[in-house]
């Protein structure tokens, strides 16, 4: 093995996969979104590989154009991942719950039960949620970034506190005496803040690891310095190795100045694959998924990255070079693509939500994989196959294996908990 552990997700996104025309593939279940079972054979599957975690993303809010697309975010990732907590023994369990359009007492309350539940395999991914589906819901108001990052900081300072507020010596269990806990070591948090009023401690002790690991996935200034101060592990969107790098140090950089090793970070980037046999089918594969796809909603959002009009973009002709924005660092792949002449159904091959992706047989997975790990810019991925019914099977059966024997992914568990997997020390 590397010095360097190499640590892999799978997202499940809504049970059918990253890729929008995922639901119309064979072998998809358009309805997954809506109960648990697709989501436990994933899970098995990821376990089978030793995966790190599976990972749920969620928003309060329908975000999907439900007349060409199932939604994603359908059961709340908690009662998913409880489901498959009971089913599997080792896999993390990372779960996606808003800052923005819930309380503090009930997220903390929600994911310790989940890491009790699991023996210490949960993982909180804490977002600022951003749309105005969500902000219909709550009010109908959208608060600004600063607003939803200054609530956001907030929020996962009282989360600690609960999860913090009983010791782990707490629980006596003398049945002989009558003393089920000491009352010392069990205290309310007493939080008086700008916006939340938390008084009590938790309904909950700590579990094998502690309290759940913390993930964070928003990007800008405010989202790297709220990482850098509570993240044990980041989900970003690079899609350069270089930029990547950059973001990583940048983010590393900040930590100090809060009292932590840079080393406790996990740095892990979506990963969209398409895999086949050869690259040609990989590419045909593709082809299909787009033609799939909702043709207005794959042009929008590949207009959304060119910040070009959707409906200036014709599949089989390049993007007009009067179009494209200036070069600028940190720019989407699909402009430099655009730029190199690409038609646009070429560049439809090549960039999907908005990650890094990859389509081409496992040795070229593979090989992005250990490039990327290798040369600093990440610590692993958060992969999203393109279609989950044989996308994830054929990354476990076919590209761990590669990385395995390049030295480069384990061959067993390390432990029972999530943190043990990530290579992070059990919180004070």
């Not at 809010?61 to 908690?78: A, F, M, R, T």
């Not at 998913?80 to 779960?95: K, S, Y």
């Not at 042009?299 to 200036?312: E, H, I, T």
């Not at 939500?353 to 081409?360: E, I, N, Q, R, W």
Request: charge should be neutral; hydrophobic fraction near 40%.
């Amino acid at each position: 093995m590397s010095a360097r552990e190499l640590h892999l997700n799978v997202n499940l996104l809504g049970g059918l996969g990253a890729h929008p025309g995922a639901w119309r593939h064979p072998g998809a279940d358009a309805l997954s979104f809506a109960g648990v079972d697709r989501y436990v054979e994933f899970a098995r599957i990821a376990e089978r590989g030793l995966l790190d975690a599976v990972f749920l993303a969620d928003s309060p809010g329908l975000v999907q154009d439900v007349s060409v697309q199932p939604p994603y975010n359908g059961i709340e990732p908690p009662l998913i991942l409880t489901a498959i907590a009971r089913e599997t023994e080792r896999i993390g369990l990372i779960g996606t719950a808003s800052t923005t359009y819930n309380e503090p007492y009930n997220v903390a309350r929600r994911f310790m039960a989940l890491d009790l539940i699991s023996h210490g395999r949960a993982a909180w991914n804490a977002v600022t949620t951003y749309n105005s589906s969500s902000a219909r819901n709550f009010g109908g108001v959208e608060p600004t970034r600063e607003q939803r990052y200054r609530r956001g900081n907030e929020f996962v300072d009282v989360v600690l506190a609960l999860w913090r507020s009983w010791d782990p010596d707490a629980v006596v269990d003398d049945t002989a005496a009558g003393r089920f806990a000491d009352p010392e070591k069990v205290r309310p948090v007493k939080h008086e803040g700008e916006i939340f009023s938390v008084h009590g401690a938790l309904t909950l002790p700590p579990s094998e690891q502690g309290h759940p690991v913390i993930l964070q996935a928003g990007g800008g200034e405010e989202g790297r310095e709220l990482a850098a101060r509570v993240a044990d592990a980041v989900f970003c969107a690079d899609v350069d190795p270089e930029s990547a790098k950059a973001a990583a140090a940048d983010l590393r950089s900040r930590m100090p100045r809060h009292g932590r090793d840079p080393g406790s970070v996990r740095i892990l980037p979506g990963l969209e694959t398409t895999i086949a046999g050869t690259e040609r089918e990989a590419i045909e594969r593709r082809d299909r998924l787009n033609d799939l796809a909702d043709r207005k909603a794959v042009l929008q959002g590949l207009g959304m990255k060119l910040r070009v009009d959707p409906a200036l973009l014709e599949l089989d002709r390049p993007v007009p070079a009067g179009l494209l924005p200036p070069p600028r660092p940190g720019a989407h792949r699909a402009v430099a693509l655009a730029r190199g002449g690409l038609t646009v159904r070429d560049i439809l091959r090549r960039v999907g939500l908005g990650h890094l992706t990859v389509v081409g047989t496992p040795e070229r997975v593979a090989d992005v994989i250990q490039s990327w790990f290798e040369s600093g810019a990440a610590d692993g991925f958060n992969v999203m196959p393109d279609v989950l019914a044989d996308g994830l099977p054929a990354f476990v059966d076919h590209v761990v294996p590669i990385l395995r024997r390049r030295g480069l992914f384990r061959t067993d568990y390390r432990g029972t908990t999530l943190r043990e997997h990530y290579g992070l020390p059990v919180p004070r």
